[in-house]
């Protein structure tokens, strides 16, 4: 058993001080280059992606009000009314350029102020954002946002 031993350290021992490979040089042209690779990648830099969210669609409806919070995230509300009655979308545009939109519907309240829900929330207490004026200005509230009240733009 111990000559075994000797005989595995030794031919390790070998291994280890045996004289590394050659280094052999590969060389790869254009015309070696895998065809899966799309061709934009070798024609020039990417696009650089919408900083703006002006440069995005606006949804359908007027836009009611406009804020931005301490993150940088850009929240705007669009209304289409028709009597007290208003369907919408609150969007979220991010600092990356990320877009998220929220459908909602909406009525009048006392006061001026407008209430936007999720379509089909029944619960009472809970909205998506109110909208109303303070001190001659148009504030909004919205749930995503800590229940703050933000001035819009």
């Given at each position: 058993?111990?000559?075994?031993?000797?005989?595995?350290a030794?031919?390790?021992?070998?291994?280890?001080?045996a004289?590394?490979?050659?280094?052999?040089?590969?060389?790869?042209?254009?015309?070696?280059?895998?065809e899966?690779?799309?061709?934009?990648?070798?024609?020039?830099?990417?696009?650089?992606?919408?900083?703006?969210?002006?440069?995005?669609?606006?949804?359908?409806?007027?836009?009611?009000c406009?804020?931005?919070?301490?993150?940088?995230?850009?929240?705007?509300?669009?209304?289409e009314w028709?009597?007290?009655?208003?369907?919408?979308?609150?969007?979220?545009?991010?600092?990356?350029g990320m877009?998220?939109?929220?459908?909602v519907?909406g009525?009048?309240?006392?006061g001026?102020?407008v209430?936007?829900?999720?379509?089909?929330?029944?619960?009472?207490?809970?909205?998506?954002?109110?909208?109303?004026?303070?001190?001659?200005?148009?504030?909004v509230?919205?749930?995503?946002a800590?229940?703050?009240?933000s001035?819009?733009?």
């Open positions: 058993m111990i000559r075994r031993i000797l005989v595995l030794a031919a390790s021992a070998l291994a280890a001080c004289s590394p490979r050659a280094a052999s040089t590969t060389t790869l042209t254009a015309a070696d280059a895998p899966s690779e799309p061709a934009a990648r070798a024609s020039g830099p990417l696009p650089a992606p919408a900083a703006e969210a002006t440069s995005v669609e606006a949804p359908p409806g007027q836009l009611a406009r804020t931005k919070d301490a993150f940088g995230v850009t929240s705007e509300v669009y209304l028709s009597g007290d009655q208003a369907k919408g979308v609150i969007r979220s545009v991010a600092p990356s877009v998220s939109e929220r459908r519907r009525e009048r309240a006392a001026g102020a209430v936007l829900d999720d379509p089909g929330q029944t619960d009472l207490v809970t909205h998506a954002a109110v909208l109303a004026t303070h001190a001659g200005k148009r504030h509230r919205l749930a995503d800590g229940d703050a009240w001035a819009c733009d």
